[in-house]
């Protein structure tokens, strides 16, 4: 059973953010009337180029599929994180489901004293907003808790965005309630191979977000 913490407990509520689209802009709008672009939007802006490069050389049916059946199964597993955290039945479409939360589960344990999930949060110093998959304590260090899937195991240095992200997150945090994280823990299931576990530390990645998110303000204009 996970332990989750009442927002009277820590002295704080974090509101739902209303979301627009605007210039084909998905956008979150703060309670000050503030139009921010989410994170993963601003990295998905840097990585663009290299998105592209992938569809050209796969053919464009083939990354369309690709990218169906990531996003399928992606969605799928944070609905089953999230509804095993809250101490609910997980239920699984196909053994594959299964196996792939199964892997994981042993992280899972290690998590606790939950304080939010997929909450929307936004940051008036970085100029962004997004929507977190976890806060909680993992061993027992309030962190920043990403849940992830993947084709294939992942060396940490592709996946600086996931650390850029999750640093992010962390800043909004403490911005909304005061409350410090100083940890990401990254927790990816791995399809038909062993889950990996990342943990990095918020100061390392978050002035390189910076760096991207204003060459976005600067080329986008928001």
């Not at 180029?49 to 053919?59: D, N, T």
Request: glycine fraction near 4%; charge should be negative; proline fraction near 3%.
């Amino acid at each position: 059973m996970f332990t989750h913490i009442e927002p009277k407990e820590l002295n704080h509520y974090i509101d739902e953010l209303q979301t627009i689209n605007e210039n084909n802009m998905r956008l979150y709008v703060t309670p000050e009337g503030l139009k921010y672009p989410s994170v993963t939007t601003v990295l998905g802006w840097k990585s663009k180029a290299g998105i592209l490069e992938w569809r050209k050389r796969v053919g464009e049916e083939a990354a369309n599929k690709i990218s169906r059946q990531a996003s399928t199964r992606g969605t799928k597993f944070h609905y089953q994180v999230e509804d095993h955290i809250n101490n609910k039945e997980v239920k699984f479409a196909n053994p594959s489901e299964k196996d792939m939360f199964t892997s994981i589960e042993h992280f899972l344990s290690r998590i606790n004293n939950v304080h939010v999930q997929e909450a929307s949060l936004y940051s008036d110093f970085l100029k962004t907003a997004g929507r977190v998959d976890c806060i909680a304590e993992f061993d027992g260090r309030l962190s920043i808790i990403d849940f992830k899937t993947s084709s294939k195991p992942k060396k940490a240095e592709y996946i600086t965005n996931y650390f850029q992200q999750g640093s992010a997150y962390a800043v909004m945090y403490e911005e909304r309630t005061g409350i410090p994280i100083d940890t990401i823990v990254i927790i990816m299931a791995v399809e038909g191979n062993e889950p990996q576990l990342f943990i990095e530390k918020r100061d390392n990645f978050i002035e390189s977000y910076r760096e991207v998110r204003n060459e976005y303000q600067t080329v986008m204009g928001i």
